[in-house]
């Protein structure tokens, strides 16, 4: 079945400072990847997507320079949070799609806690 | 664009019960629509979707979902509960720029 593993799972790090997390598509070729954001007691917010051989597209209140993801190949994509603070905590999960398919399959994603 | 509305924040229902999980979601085009799950400290599981074809779509663990094109809802289902169904249920939609969004999300509770 389609996996995707996220690492770390927790982290915290110091206000101010920058935090990278990672993912992996295991058994299958991500097609894109979405990353999202889960805040304390809120929904999932989509960050951006990023789709081999095209440019990587954020949504509103999400910047490249805030957020920029890496996507090299078809199993691996990164994503940093710069310069932290403690808006930017909570849980943020990778989606990956298989193929052609419109399903994301998640990871467990990565807990940020800032202090 | 598209989005998606949950509109019970917290269900509580008794074990054996069964279960709605209201969900509606507004786009113009062909949906395409998901229920995850969130069990506590975790991530996202794929419990069902939907793409085309018959509008009631089987998923894992007994859950159903039906999709009303009419009534723009994909409610999730469920005969019996079980008190390890307890988690937070979220619908989602996606339409074909590939964006999936999510609702608030449902907690369940499920009394023994």
């Known amino acids: 079945g389609a996996l995707v593993y996220q690492y770390p799972r927790r982290t915290i790090c110091k206000s101010g400072t920058s935090m990278r997390m990672e993912c992996q598509a295991v058994?299958?070729?991500?097609?894109?990847v979405a990353w999202y954001r889960q805040s304390p007691q809120k929904t999932f917010e989509l960050i951006a997507l990023s789709t081999v051989n095209s440019a990587i597209k954020y949504e509103q209140n999400f910047t490249q320079e805030k957020f920029p993801i890496s996507h090299p190949n078809l199993s691996f994509s990164s994503m940093t949070v710069l310069n932290a603070y403690l808006e930017d905590r909570g849980l943020y999960l990778c989606g990956a799609r298989p193929g052609v398919q419109n399903t994301l399959y998640f990871g467990a994603g990565t807990r940020l806690s800032v202090l | 664009a598209q989005s998606v509305t949950q509109p019970d924040a917290r269900v509580t229902v008794s074990e054996g019960a069964s279960l709605q999980l209201r969900c509606k979601y507004s786009y113009s085009g062909t949906p395409y629509l998901f229920w995850y799950v969130q069990y506590p400290r975790q991530g996202l599981q794929l419990l069902l979707k939907?793409?085309?074809?018959?509008?009631v779509v089987q998923g894992v663990n007994g859950f159903e979902a039906e999709f009303i094109k009419s009534n723009s809802s994909f409610h999730l289902r469920k005969a019996s509960v079980h008190w390890s169904d307890s988690a937070v249920y979220f619908c989602?939609?996606?339409?074909?720029?590939?964006?999936?969004?999510f609702g608030d999300g449902t907690q369940l509770v499920v009394k023994p």
């Open positions: 058994g299958f070729q991500a097609t894109s």
């Open positions: 989602a939609v996606s339409g074909s720029n590939n964006r999936i969004f």
């Open positions: 939907y793409y085309s074809g018959d509008p």
